[in-house]
């Protein structure tokens, strides 16, 4: 059973959605650009670790705009640590198949 001691510790935490808002707008604050989805999200021994995508270089029709995927690091309270960019593509581009067919 919780105490209210406990239960404050608890309510100190950030939920996943929260997490995942905050180190969006954290993000689009550093870089300047507008973070579109986050693709990939993971507790981590630190803290938590998402993949976001970003919209780089917007271009009409939307299609042609360029997108990146960043590394993003967060310390256990959802602050953001780091982050780099790890991938950067067309809109609507695939990604090639890697040998032996799996991706």
């Known amino acids: 059973m919780y105490t209210h001691d406990d239960l404050s510790e608890v309510e100190d935490v950030p939920g996943p959605t929260e997490i995942l808002r905050e180190a969006s707008a954290q993000l689009s604050e550093l870089t300047g650009m507008p973070a579109e989805s986050v693709t990939s999200f993971e507790r981590s021994q630190d803290g938590w670790e998402l993949e ?3 919209v780089e270089v917007a ?4 299609t042609m705009s360029l997108l990146a995927s960043y590394h993003v690091r967060l310390d256990s309270q959802g602050t953001l640590v780091g982050y780099r960019r790890v ?17």
């Open 52 to 54: 976001i995508e970003v």
């Open 59 to 62: 271009r009409v029709p939307d």
């Open 87 to 103: 991938r950067r593509y067309e809109r609507g581009r695939a990604d090639s198949p890697r040998p032996g067919g799996s991706r």
